[in-house]
């Protein structure tokens, strides 16, 4: 049965959530932006609507969040003073403190992610470390992980391009997944993942190291400015690979674009890769390919904004490439991330998806980090 203070703590909470979220002015803001479409001619420019209808989505989403923690707050309460009279179980109590609980640290860890490309769907890419079949493998394993988390949230994953492995699994892939806060929940994923397993690929069944590297960017839309110069672009066409009619293999629908990249801050020079075999389509790949490019080059500039905010160093290290973060031990049962010392012993669950933990430990590390 919960006790008077963990009531006190829910309608706390509540009442804080009203306060960080500007509830009552969002409530003005959404019917402001509503009348906004209801403006003759508002569909001719269709781009430029589409971005009008997320700003009043997103507006009402907080909105929505917090009149279901008010609702279950008020439930709760009015559900202790039934108990008093005992119109109700313990059970029930129980049941609605839970639901109240996590509704409003669901609205807590959204409300973490204030920067504005923490709203983006994203791109997802993951590159098998060196081993061979056995980090080949590990490379699929997460991309199944990160397809089920995708599926658990109700968020829609397309794999943009794909590089089977040479015996089994694959050498890298690139995911979309497009949702709510997508960028803002994955973004902490950006590092080195570690497995450490007795290997199916080794004869004398020896405990085996793989590694595989995730790096996680925003996936920009029409409404961000981007510069590109397209004499720094060049464009190859190559035949798309896998199981499929009698196209596949065909029509050189797969584009690889390459962009000379020169870092504005550092002067340092770089080669970025892009290949894309989404569709058969050939222009529609070449359409995605430049998205995807955008998105890099949002990121690089989103990354420097934020290293210069972040003066301090530890922060830093928190989203920095290249890290080692997350230690996979399935001999032990053990998952555990080496930034914020959160584990768990659901190996089963975690390479089904369910990261969510984890994720929540690491905006939270972060958004402390931030804070001191």
């Not at 508002?42 to 009149?67: C, H, R, T």
């Not at 397309?158 to 973004?187: F, S």
């Not at 902490?188 to 590694?211: D, I």
């Amino acid at each position: 049965m919960i006790t008077a203070e963990q009531l006190k703590d829910v309608i706390d909470r509540t009442e804080a959530l009203k306060h960080y979220l500007n509830i009552d002015s969002k409530l003005i803001q959404v019917e402001e932006e509503q009348l906004r479409t209801q403006a003759p001619g508002f569909w001719d420019d269709p781009k430029k609507a589409e971005i009008q209808m997320k700003k009043v989505k997103s507006l009402q989403g907080w909105i929505d969040g917090y009149n279901e923690v008010k609702e279950l707050s008020d439930e709760l309460s009015l559900a202790m003073e039934f108990y008093r009279e005992e119109l109700v179980s313990e059970q029930e109590v129980d049941e609605i403190y839970n639901r109240a609980v996590s509704s409003i640290e669901s609205l807590e860890l959204k409300n973490m992610l204030r920067e504005e490309a923490d709203q983006m769907d994203c791109v997802l890419k993951i590159n098998s470390g060196a081993g061979g079949t056995e980090s080949q493998d590990w490379a699929q394993m997460l991309m199944r992980m990160y397809m089920r988390w995708g599926e658990n949230n109700n968020y829609k994953v397309t794999v943009a391009n794909i590089q089977d492995g040479d015996e089994a699994g694959i050498k890298q892939v690139t995911l979309e997944i497009e949702g709510p806060y997508a960028y803002g929940y994955l973004k902490g994923e950006n590092g080195v993942h570690r497995l450490v397993r007795v290997s199916p690929y080794n004869a004398q069944g020896k405990r085996m190291t793989s590694f595989a590297s995730v790096f996680v960017t925003p996936l920009i839309d029409d409404s961000i400015e981007v510069d590109i110069n397209p004499a720094l672009m060049s464009w190859d066409t190559f035949r798309s690979g896998g199981a499929g009619g009698q196209n596949v293999n065909k029509v050189e629908s797969g584009v690889r674009l390459r962009y000379q990249f020169k870092d504005p801050y550092t002067g340092v020079e770089e080669e970025i890769l892009i290949e894309n075999t989404e569709t058969r389509d050939q222009p529609k790949n070449k359409e995605r390919a430049l998205q995807h490019l955008r998105s890099i080059l949002y990121d690089k500039e989103l990354q420097h904004r934020l290293a210069e905010q972040e003066k301090i160093e530890a922060g830093k290290k928190k989203i920095e490439w290249g890290s080692q973060i997350r230690s996979y031990v399935f001999d032990d049962r053990r998952v555990k991330d080496h930034r914020t010392g959160h584990q768990t012993s659901n190996v089963t669950g975690v390479m089904d998806g369910y990261i969510d933990e984890f994720i929540k430990s690491y905006l939270m590390s972060f958004a402390r980090s931030r804070e001191q």
